[in-house]
């Protein structure tokens, strides 16, 4: 297999211009993946376990622009043997077997799974020799599979990227950087224990809340009949298909118990105030916290900054909620935002 000059010995790492990656996993997510890479002109060879979807990506590498072609494997090795980077976009029940077939490759590996901490110890096990950066940008649909596949899914997204001091290659750290920056997205650092707790309650719990939800309507027709703009909102994510979230929040099952027992917590004040006399009355403080805190959200642009190529800085920067707009190769620094707390969208 191809060695990458991202991985250890990385200091060579330069300027990423164009890439040779290969994609494992053709769903949602990774079809996007390759498709956006290669419309951004970087060589992709796909590989998905599912012959059908392995033969429909292929049939739509072949109709793709010229400037976007790209292609399929029928092997796993076949799609990795000349990578220069290796991304994973397999659920995690599904990782190990996968990287057990990567066994000896020793370049740049990175991965789009919604949980960080377990993929991390999965790569150290299997690949002690390559370079890892976890990945995970915050897009999806409720739908799934290559068809909902869409290269613009990733434009103005947060992609959080995991700099675990001391461990993760910051030469591989930056080539992701600057290949998603590049599709549009906002890097954002973070160490995989920060990811998963905070993934756990903006993004895993509200699964849950809306398979509940969703479970509650579903035995009254009348109730469903009515379901307007809020039952739409609050459930949407519910049809996601249920492996997938129940990997997706199983896989963090660490982080996701405190999370929900943090929403029942508050569940429970709400129902007690219910109860009293004056349930219009107590309901209102309780309830005023969150109209501020969503009135807040999501964040702005704030103040443009110039971060050095260091972690602690990186770090520092994620755990404000800012982000990455850009690498300057030349003055070896990084375009970033700080952001604003109030307003519309980034």
């Given at each position: 297999m191809h060695p990458c000059p991202y991985g250890p010995p990385a200091a060579r790492c330069g300027r990423v211009t164009r890439v040779d990656v290969a994609v494992i996993g053709l769903g949602l997510i990774g079809?996007?993946?390759?498709?956006?890479?290669?419309?951004?002109?970087?060589?992709?060879?796909?590989?998905?376990?599912?012959?059908?979807?392995?033969?429909?990506?292929?049939?739509?590498?072949?109709?793709?622009?010229?400037?976007a072609r790209?292609?399929?494997?029928?092997?796993?090795?076949?799609?990795?043997?000349?990578?220069?980077?290796?991304a994973l976009a397999v659920p995690l029940p599904a990782l190990s077997p996968v990287l057990t077939e990567l066994a000896g490759y020793e370049g740049l590996v990175t991965d789009v799974t919604s949980v960080k901490g377990p993929v991390r110890d999965l790569v150290r096990q299997h690949l002690p020799a390559a370079a890892y950066v976890g990945g995970h940008p915050?897009?999806?649909?409720?739908?799934?599979?290559?068809?909902?596949?869409?290269?613009?899914?990733?434009?103005?997204c947060a992609w959080v990227l995991c700099l675990e001091p001391g461990e993760t290659a910051l030469p591989g750290w930056l080539a992701m950087a600057r290949l998603v920056t590049a599709l549009g997205a906002r890097a954002v650092p973070a160490t995989a224990a920060e990811h998963d707790r905070a993934v756990a309650a903006a993004s895993h719990v509200p699964h849950l809340l809306a398979a509940a939800l969703t479970t509650a309507v579903a035995g009254d027709p009348l109730a469903a009949a009515l379901a307007a703009g809020s039952f739409r909102d609050g459930t949407r994510v519910a049809a996601t298909r249920p492996e997938l979230i129940a990997a997706m929040c199983g896989g963090n099952a660490a982080a996701v118990g405190p999370a929900l027992d943090g929403?029942?917590?508050?569940?429970?004040?709400?129902?007690?105030?219910?109860?009293?006399?004056?349930?219009?009355?107590?309901?209102?403080?309780?309830?005023?916290?969150?109209?501020?805190?969503?009135?807040?959200?999501?964040?702005?642009?704030?103040?443009?900054?110039?971060?050095?190529?260091?972690?602690?800085?990186?770090?520092?920067?994620?755990?404000?909620?800012?982000?990455?707009?850009?690498?300057?190769?030349?003055?070896?620094?990084?375009?970033?935002?700080?952001?604003?707390?109030?307003?519309?969208?980034?």
């Open positions: 079809g996007s993946l390759a498709q956006a890479l290669a419309t951004a002109g970087h060589r992709i060879i796909g590989f998905d376990a599912d012959p059908a979807t392995r033969g429909t990506a292929r049939t739509a590498a072949a109709q793709a622009a010229p400037q790209w292609q399929v494997a029928g092997r796993l090795r076949d799609a990795v043997a000349h990578a220069e980077l290796v915050m897009a999806g649909k409720e739908t799934s599979g290559f068809a909902a596949a869409d290269p613009g899914l990733f434009t103005g929403v029942l917590k508050t569940l429970g004040e709400l129902r007690a105030a219910l109860d009293g006399p004056d349930p219009v009355a107590a309901l209102r403080p309780l309830l005023a916290p969150a109209s501020l805190a969503r009135a807040a959200w999501p964040v702005v642009a704030g103040t443009v900054v110039e971060v050095p190529w260091h972690a602690d800085a990186l770090l520092e920067l994620g755990r404000a909620g800012g982000w990455v707009t850009g690498v300057d190769d030349e003055r070896r620094v990084l375009r970033a935002v700080r952001p604003e707390t109030v307003g519309g969208r980034p």
